[in-house]
């Protein structure tokens, strides 16, 4: 059985990575979603990933629970390490990662792709205001960090999410799952 592709989604807050990842997921149902573990209370996560306490995470991390782990916008994420079961099964799957760690995938998966799904600064700012989740001064920091650049020599696959859901989709299918584009 071949292997499947760890694909990480990437880009800047706002980009609507995880509306993406959802709704090619209910499109394609052998993509998976990778559930993330982050430290911010259930109610305040805004997509479906466990929210932990700092010190819960750090225990979690400890015993190995996690196959990446990272630091950003004064948080902790992690990508459970279930995560390999699922690629070893054959299933891609789909991650939101930030674009800090994207060096180290080469290193941990066998198959993995990049994704970066990006938008203009005005409807990055849109809707990341609309989601009512950061002050004014987090939503600012996190515009700041719209232009993080990728490490040198990786290849992302780059969808402008300025349209339509379905023109999102389209792209993303188009470059990942060219049969049904």
Sequence with gaps: MKQGRFIAVVGPSGAGKDTVMEAACSRHPDLRRVRRVITRSAEAVGEDAEGVTPEAFEEMAELGAFVLDWRAHGLRYGIP???LDQLEAGNDVLANLSRSVLPQLSQIFQRSRIVLITASPDVLAGRIAARGRETAEDQAKRLKRADF????????????NEGTLDQAVAAFEAALIPESA
């Design 149 to 160: 650049a990728l490490a040198d020599g990786l290849n992302p696959i780059v969808i402008r």
């Design 81 to 83: 390490v279930g995560v």
